[in-house]
């Protein structure tokens, strides 16, 4: 069985990913923390398989990943960042410097959160997966953050220079490629994939 300390300042993450874990047959809950010191005292007194780290807590103490794995080598550091990606957050580059496992970052599923956990037990490093491409072109991510901006069809199309016509056309067919239903799940869906300001 898997054993895991869950060491992250924000309660909800904590708590939450603390009752993700105790749910499975294969691992268990070792402890919690909340704070930089409650980190070092928590995996002292109670070693865990694989511990995850906030960034945060790394950032503050950047001696702390490093002083960890001297100090309890069984135990594999994932670093937890609120971050979208890996290149987005360059505390994750410094942990994984200083011997961390790997970067977990909130994008993350519950089932590719599990396997990370189940994977850095195992002594593999684990990164997170590349952001795929957009599937829009120059062109339409252009009327996406001009939809972001908030403007009508009429205004994006004063703005880009096409006919109104042709912008209605064309947010049909970003909708389809997108998988969306409306402006409102548009300007959500570019704001998660970072298109809202793509071309800013």
Known sequence: MISVAVAIHSELCR???ATLVGQ??????AGTAGTLADTEQLVASAPA??????AGFHAAEPSLVARLRTQHPGTRILVFSEHAGLEADPRCASALRAGASGCLVRTLDHAQFLDAVRRAASGAMVLPPERPPLPL?????????A????????SIAQRLGLREQTVKNRLTRIMAKTGVRGRVQLVRWALE????????
């Open 15 to 17: 708590l939450g990913l």
């Open 147 to 154: 939809v972001a901006d908030g403007l009508d069809n009429r």
């Open 49 to 54: 398989d694989v511990l995850i780290l906030d």
């Open 24 to 29: 499975l047959e294969d691992m268990r809950v």
């Open 137 to 145: 072109t120059g062109r339409e991510l252009e009327i996406v953050a």
């Open 193 to 200: 994939h970072g298109a809202a300001g793509a071309l800013n």
